[in-house]
């Protein structure tokens, strides 16, 4: 896999979905679609945003790239396939916001990983609380990118509380990058410092339920 | 004792003036100020420039800024804005709904659009309050970043790798749109304008592309603006484009609190002058200590010789951050600030 490996972080860093396409056809020819998700495409994801954190990339890049992989992972593990990965319901939303962009990346990574999540698009507080109790959610996304929506965490973990629902809430956008410490002080239970984090958060809080 | 408008203009000269300069762009605090809701302050241009003028007493910074949010140039485009209560306004729905729309798309005229008008009778009344002693800072946005909030920000990078003539148009429909504007405030009198280009940042696009788009939309644009520009990246990151940014003619750049100011000094050289890079975001919860040191920290890396403005890293103090703070960087300022800076011997 290690030289499969290379040439598809190649051809993805240069966009070149033909050749990404071909590369994948390659790899599933010779292992589960699961196995080559899990051993290839979020590896990638993972060191892609890894080096969009360092300013190593820019976001373009990503957004292009996870688009690509989203596409050529849905082609033959559908959304909702018995073979994606079983995990507790998951959602993403954009909070009290207008900017879409991070929950669109995020999504992309996600499902590109074998993942199912609710896309729940922009919703405001109240609302929210009462779709993520009817949908059983336990862990929830939540994009911001200004600094007042990502304050309003606090009030929704305040009400997710008061209704005794035991949901997991991991934060991401700009606000965070800026300030490290904001997301502990709006009572999320993690913070990613680009869409790839949401993989590896999810996978850690799975694996202490274990 | 010098005025904001010499210790500015010596500073952007490369030489050292009584203190660093201080750009503070409390944008949003003029309406606690004057008591109004963030929406009724943008609403007059009267209130406006009041707010200025007491935030310059109250916070002695050395620039009045004539910036409202940057929603305004796309209500020119027949856009909406969505106001809150405790915080900058938002552009609304995308007015370039189907990338079609782009063929037919025309530049608005400046003296058609309400939200502009206004923007220049706030450079106007602050001229009138200030002459020459402090400068006024107009700012309009790159024709290369409007498009985020005239398209969304996924179909834009969609349309920049796709879709090269559609781009090329919109370029040069914001190009007119944006020397109309950026020159009717030089007109209206303000001192420079600040281009703000955050796509431009290594951040959002790689350099390769840069090359091929942002900055020769920026090399044209800048070219034809009748004043001095600096530009701003919004906090997007900007090292590893120093050279090609100086290249656009740019006098400035605003310098994220993600670099670090230290190696911007090295590579700028005295060749263009650094404002930057307090965060603002951080800034909501700063003791006066921590005021203290994160000012004295930015005046060490950056202060020598001239060619720096202390300033906030994205060119906007948000709605939380505290008075407090904001007196106490300024009460930093006065005590690190002056020059010479012997203490850093
Ligand atoms: C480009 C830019 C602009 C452009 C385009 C903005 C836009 N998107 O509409 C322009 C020039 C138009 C602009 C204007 C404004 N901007 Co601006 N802008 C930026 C900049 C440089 C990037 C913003 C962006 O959209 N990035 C793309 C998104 C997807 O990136 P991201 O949120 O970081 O997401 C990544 C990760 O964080 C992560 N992630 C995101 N969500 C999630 C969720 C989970 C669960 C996980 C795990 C990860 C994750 O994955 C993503 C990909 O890696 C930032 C500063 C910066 N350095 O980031 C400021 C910034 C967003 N702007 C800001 C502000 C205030 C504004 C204005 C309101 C200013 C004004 N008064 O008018 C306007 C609003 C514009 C509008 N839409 O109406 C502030 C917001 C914070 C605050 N102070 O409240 C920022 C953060 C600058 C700052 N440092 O303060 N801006």
């Known amino acids: 896999m290690d030289k499969l490996a290379l040439e598809f972080y190649e051809a993805l860093a240069l966009l070149d979905r033909p050749r990404v396409e071909a590369l994948f056809q390659q790899a599933i020819s010779q292992k589960v679609p699961m196995q080559v998700v899990e051993e290839l495409i979020t590896p990638l994801l993972i060191r892609l945003g890894d080096e969009w954190s360092a300013g190593k990339i820019a976001l373009s890049q990503i957004y292009m790239a996870s688009r690509i992989c989203e596409d050529i992972v849905e082609r033959v593990l559908p959304a909702m396939a018995v073979e994606r ?16 962009l991070g929950k669109r990346i995020v999504l992309s990574v996600m499902q590109a990983s074998g993942f199912d999540v609710l896309d729940y698009g922009r919703m405001d507080v109240d609302a929210l609380v009462g779709r993520i109790l009817a949908d059983g959610v336990k862990y929830l996304l939540v994009s911001v990118l200004m600094l007042p929506a990502a304050l309003k965490v606090k009030t929704l973990r305040a009400a997710l509380d008061a209704r005794g629902a035991q949901v997991r809430i991991v934060v991401g956008g700009a606000p965070f990058l800026f300030d490290s410490e904001l997301w502990r002080e709006v009572g999320a239970d993690a913070m990613g410092c680009n869409a790839a984090d949401a ?8 694996e202490e339920a274990a | 004792m010098m005025t904001a408008m010499q210790r500015v203009l010596t500073a952007m000269g490369q030489q050292e003036p009584d203190r660093v300069p201080l750009f503070l762009f409390p944008t949003m605090h003029g309406a606690k100020e004057l008591g109004l809701s963030i929406r009724e302050y943008f609403s007059r241009a009267e209130y406006v420039v009041e707010g200025q003028i007491r935030l310059l007493a109250k916070y002695r910074g050395d620039c009045l800024s004539a910036f409202y949010y940057a929603s305004l140039e796309v209500e020119a485009f027949g856009g909406d804005t969505l106001f809150f209560d405790n915080g900058p306004p938002n552009a609304g729905e995308p007015i370039i709904r189907h990338d079609e729309d782009i063929d037919y798309l025309e530049p608005p005229r400046v003296m058609e659009a309400a939200g502009l008008v206004r923007g220049l009778e706030t450079i106007r009344g602050l001229k009138e309050r200030v002459g020459d002693t402090v400068p006024i800072i107009g700012v309009a946005i790159s024709p290369f970043s409007l498009p985020v909030m005239q398209m969304g920000f996924d179909r834009y990078i969609e349309l920049i790798y796709e879709q090269p003539v559609r781009f090329a148009r919109l370029m040069a429909v914001n190009q007119t749109f944006c020397l109309e504007w950026a020159n009717a405030q030089m007109a209206a009198g303000a001192t420079a304008i600040c281009y703000f280009d955050p796509l431009s940042s290594t951040t959002n696009i790689p350099r390769e592309l840069y090359l091929k788009t942002g900055h020769r939309v920026a090399v044209e644009t800048l070219r034809q603006i009748q004043g001095p520009a600096a530009t701003h990246l919004a906090s997007g990151r900007g090292l590893g484009i120093v050279d090609d940014l100086l290249a656009t003619g740019t006098a400035a750049v605003g310098v994220s609190a993600l670099e670090d100011l230290a190696d911007w000094k090295a590579a700028a050289r005295n060749r263009f002058t650094l404002i930057g890079n ?10 006066a200590a921590q005021a203290e040191s994160e000012v004295k920290t930015a005046i060490a890396k950056a202060g020598r010789g001239g060619g720096f403005i202390l300033s906030d890293n994205h060119g906007e103090i948000p709605w939380q951050v505290p008075d407090d703070v904001l007196l106490a960087i300024r009460d930093a300022l006065d005590r690190w600030g002056r020059y010479p800076l012997d203490w850093l011997e």
């Open chain 1, 85 to 100: 990965k079983a995990y507790p319901p998951m959602a993403i939303v954009v909070l009290n916001d207008y900017h879409t």
């Open chain 2, 278 to 287: 307090l965060n603002g975001v951080e800034m909501r919860r700063w003791t």
């Open chain 1, 199 to 206: 993989v590896t958060i999810v996978q850690r809080w799975r």
